[in-house]
């Protein structure tokens, strides 16, 4: 139930004060391919952030906002999220190096950014770098972007590695899991082509080359996380899902449907922007019900889907290569897989905004259903 407050909090009168004065330079809707938004909401959560530098300050503001989501802004709640990212992030006292894996199928248009004849590209690559920096800029951490080529038909891979050239990175590339099934990676033994691949098998393969790339005798600490190639979930919320890591927790998947989260999809009159309906919050909890009798080992999770999940690598080196699923679905045998090696899976609550257009998910499910008919 999202409506739930502490009632022993007492709430700072000056929240409302603070979020009145820092929505007024926020935009009155989100929209994922206006990047200019990124640097206002970046400013949003800074002003929090140095507003209330006490943790719990700015937990219970989050919470007291979430509590009520339809009140306040979009890109404020989301700004609140990041301040608590940026905070958790700024207190990781080991060195910390994070790998962050996507896919890439059929995203030559989201990845490019907005134009007259590309209204749906979100440049995901440039911003997503940008998140990281942002995130990172005041903590002990680095960070390397993994691409990977799911077989792309419209050359998304070739985009990407002119984006890489053009900008200058050095910490991102693009690999493709066609060289990984041609030279017989162990990772993605079953794979006769890209097309036995649904997203689990470029992810899986991402996964492995970040932790080849890493050596095991390194003395930093290492976190592999995948996240969907689309803007939807802002990686800068990383800071949330590892500040609930330890060396019991090893699993950490984002939450867009329990208290604390918020979901935002196109799904109203008119196409306006909102929360789940009231049926859709019937069928998460009987979807996690359902989970919950199906794979108790994995606990009360709620969104076993979501697009943002971290490892610890060191758990991360003892299930990989015991994966067998390629598709859509290898999100819950991982997180089986983990549970089944002992590690503990948490969940957190973080900010989301549906990006339909151009979704691959959904292009590739509609292409499959209409082979299988075929």
Not at 129 to 136: E, G, H, K, P
Not at 239 to 263: F, W
Not at 321 to 329: G, M, Q
Request: aromatic residues 8%; negative net charge; charged residues 25%.
């Amino acid at each position: 139930d999202k409506t739930l407050f502490d009632s022993e909090v007492v709430i700072d009168p000056s929240w409302e004060i603070t979020v009145a004065k820092l929505s007024e330079n926020l935009p009155n809707e989100i929209d994922l391919t206006d990047n200019s938004q990124d640097k206002l909401v970046y400013k949003a959560a800074t002003d929090l952030m140095n507003n209330y530098p006490d943790i719990s300050a700015l937990q219970y503001l989050d919470r007291w906002l979430t509590s009520s989501p339809e009140k306040y802004k979009n890109a404020m709640l989301l700004a609140s999220k990041l301040a608590l990212s940026k905070t958790y992030m700024k207190q990781i006292d080991s060195t910390l190096h994070v790998s962050l894996v996507l896919a890439m199928y059929s995203e030559h248009n989201r990845i490019r950014s907005k134009s007259s004849d590309n209204p749906y590209g979100e440049d995901f690559v440039r911003r997503k770098v940008d998140q990281m920096d942002w995130l990172l800029k005041d903590s002990s951490a680095t960070f390397d972007m993994v691409l990977v080529d799911d077989g792309c038909p419209c050359q998304s891979g070739e985009i990407a590695e002119g984006i890489i050239v053009s900008e200058g990175y050095r910490n991102v590339r693009v690999i493709c899991l066609n060289d990984g099934i041609k030279c017989q990676s162990p990772i993605v033994k079953g794979l006769e082509s890209t097309n036995d691949s649904q997203k689990g098998g470029s992810i899986q393969y991402g996964m492995w080359q970040a932790l080849e790339d890493f050596s095991e005798g390194d003395n930093r600490s290492h976190i592999v996380i995948y996240t969907d190639a689309d803007m939807a979930a802002p990686v800068n919320q990383i800071g949330l899902l590892l500040e609930k890591q330890n060396d019991k927790t090893m699993v950490t998947i984002a939450s867009r449907y329990d208290a604390g989260s918020i979901c935002r999809g196109p799904w109203g009159k008119n196409g306006e922007v909102q929360g789940l309906t009231e049926f859709d919050r019937l069928m998460v909890g009987l979807r996690s019900l359902v989970f919950s009798k199906l794979f108790p080992q994995i606990g009360k999770i709620t969104d076993t889907q979501c697009g943002l999940k971290a490892f610890n690598a060191k758990l991360l080196r003892r299930i990989l290569l015991k994966t067998e699923v390629r598709t859509f679905s290898f999100d819950i045998e991982l997180l089986l897989l983990a549970a089944d090696a002992g590690s503990a899976i948490a969940s957190a609550p973080i900010y989301w905004h549906d990006s339909l257009a151009e979704s691959s998910f959904w292009r590739q499910a509609t292409q499959k259903q209409t082979d299988e008919v075929s």
